[in-house]
């Protein structure tokens, strides 16, 4: 197998650093684990992708390839599982609204929102809140959906003032507007709002007793409009954003459409990424319980033991493949040589060959979508979370592609990390291929 590797190498530290240029529209809302808009147009160079060309994102996220298509005014289509992700996608790509009437509209949602609050005593800004509202009498979730959240994600009083901005979107909703000013909470209610931090996993940092929150979103749509105002010419440009798995896109798309794809899909590891938007699948309701969360888990690839489930199948695509199948012997050997036995250490292995299984069903079942000599690249990242066992994933993912007639152009540096647990350096990659066709 060819492993061709580019002479250019990065740092964590810079390579995935949204570069001042970069703000507009992909400043809306970014994953703490996005890749830069930079390394698409290296790829987009590279591939000879140019308007009147169809370009695939099926592990899409929040749109970072999809708006940089735009951008260049390059038809893409996306696909993404996670509702959160999707929305956030189709809204970064949708650049219809008009900037001065989604400002004015925001400024009317955000004034009655106050008067709300003002009539309980209360002050979007904590210096200036004034006595009179006790805990007892503010809102909250329904139940389910709570326990849905990691535990004081977001205090009481920030709370409170979110669901009465939420019900002053819903009293004054403008379709034209509606989906941006959500996106611009979604994107305040993270951090500015709630309580959480994002380093190597999400979890809870101080916990602020109260935040400004109509000032935050409106702050977020303010930026919005300005950067509206800066790509409206390219807002004819198409893109379309599925809700979907992405180990069934090929399904979704034309016949011999796709011309390069670009893309990350989840590294086999135990985040569990759907917890990255929890706080904004909730208040936004795309999450309501327990249900709603097993359904969205069960439309992603296995990348983790709390995404594994008794029916999954997708394993006996690389029941053959003797690095897999190596890999996960020696996780397991690893397990019980260490005496592990929780219910999550036994789904190691399981996990790993769901994944690469998840992977490989992918892979075949995009390629009727391939335009022949269309390119592929995809950024993965080795990975040691299962007991010191290092996983190559790049050059595993490449072997599975050449299994199932790809060609594999070139295994490209994207950046290193340090693995916590070894203090190794990990290597992320972009693993380049091309559809040769038949």
Known sequence: MSTQVAARRSTAAGSNKLDPADQPVHGWYRFVLSYPPHLVREYLQRFGVEPGQQVLDPFCGTGTTLVECKRLAIEAVGVEANPVAHFVAEVKVDWTPEPERLLAHARAVAEGASEELAHQGIED?????????????????????????????????????????????????????????????????????????????????????????????????????????????????????????????????????????????????????????????????????????????????RSNTRGIYKGDSDDALVEDHPEIQRIANLIEARRVELGKTSGFERLYPRVVKQYFGGMARHLADLRPALRPGAHLAYVVGDQASYLRVMIRTGQLLANIAESLGYELVSIDLFRTRLATATREQLREEAVVLRWPGG
Not at 210 to 217: C, G, H
Not at 245 to 264: F, M
Not at 274 to 279: A, E, H, S, V
Request: proline share 8%.
């Open 125 to 301: 800004i904590p210096l200036l809140r004034q006595p009179g509202c006790e805990d007892g009498v503010l809102r909250g979730l329904p139940a389910e959906a709570a326990k849905l959240l990691l535990t004081d994600s977001i205090s009481p009083l920030p709370l409170h003032k979110t669901l009465v901005l939420l019900d002053a979107l819903e009293r004054l909703r403008d379709d034209r507007f509606y989906r941006h000013e959500r996106l611009a909470l979604a994107a305040a209610l993270p951090s500015a709002i709630g309580n959480l931090e994002f380093g190597p996993e999400v979890g809870v940092g101080a916990r602020k007793p109260d935040a400004p929150v109509i000032e935050a979103w409106l702050s977020r749509v303010c930026a919005m409009a300005r950067d509206l105002g800066k790509v409206r010419d390219r807002a004819g440009v198409p893109c379309t954003v599925h809700l979907a798995d992405a180990r069934e896109a090929g399904a979704l798309l034309r016949p011999n459409s796709i011309d390069a794809v670009i893309t990350s899909p989840p590294y086999p590891n135990e985040k569990d990424y759907t917890r990255i938007t929890r706080l904004e699948g909730v208040l936004l309701g795309f999450l309501r319980d327990r249900a709603d969360l097993r359904a969205q888990k069960r439309q992603l690839v």
